[in-house]
């Protein structure tokens, strides 16, 4: 996988350790995952001071559910990186509390949404600089609008489409619900009440679901 899967452990008295940490941590994060296991502190100790209240806050909440959480870690060459931590909690019958999670780099797409805001604020050239950097990008990239009365629209949608979905650009931008027809049911209803949530609340959303592609082949997104 293109991100680093672990589970954290905080025991009822407060003791965390990490009983499984996958081996990109080393990539990611420039420290072997042998280490992090003996020594849970030293992946608390790469994050930048000023973004360490919000995990220990997510981590120290005795509570099950799910939570994602964005900040950045000092990686050992010096580099800060942006990371995406998306994690499931919940609690044993011994009291303890497990945490089975995955970091995701995500730099390049942190910086295209700043980019993307200075677009914004210099229109002249803005469409053609956000499609250079949006295309370039794996994956695929769209913007959707949401009117009250009129409904939600998608405006904008780069070609990785195609091999992600199965269907066009094109198709995407001229029916809504060319998407949406290739989500199984009982994912499409989930979703499309996250999205309507989304739609009156500031911030971001994160959400899993699987498509079936026109071909029959079956894919999670």
């Not at 009117?147 to 998608?154: D, F, L, M, Q, V």
Request: hydrophobic share 35%; proline share 5%.
């Amino acid at each position: 996988l293109p991100c680093v899967v672990y589970q954290l452990r905080r025991d009822a008295d407060g003791h965390i350790s990490f009983p499984f940490m996958s081996e990109r941590v080393m990539e990611m994060r420039g420290i072997p995952a042998a280490d992090i296991e003996r020594d849970a502190q030293l992946a608390f100790g790469s994050v930048l001071e000023e973004d360490r209240a919000q995990l220990h806050e997510a981590f120290d909440t005795p509570r099950e559910g799910e939570f994602t959480l964005r900040y950045r870690v000092r990686r050992a060459d010096g580099q800060i990186r942006w990371v995406r931590n998306v994690a499931s909690r919940r609690v044993e019958p011994d009291g303890a509390v497990v945490f089975d999670v995955y970091w995701q780099d995500y730099t390049e797409e942190r910086e295209l949404l700043e980019q993307l805001g200075q677009a914004r604020d210099d229109a002249q050239g803005a469409e053609q600089r956000i499609r250079d950097i949006t295309e370039s990008l794996p994956g695929v990239v769209y913007e959707t609008q949401y009117h009250p009365k009129e409904g939600s629209r998608t405006v904008y949608v780069t070609d990785g489409a195609q091999e992600l979905y199965g269907i066009s650009s094109a198709e995407v931008l001229a029916d809504n619900t060319a998407l949406t027809r290739l989500i199984p049911l009982e994912d499409r209803a989930r979703l499309l009440k996250e999205f309507q949530r989304s739609f009156t609340q500031t911030g971001p959303m994160s959400s899993d679901f699987r498509i079936l592609k026109p071909d029959g082949e079956l894919r999670w997104l």
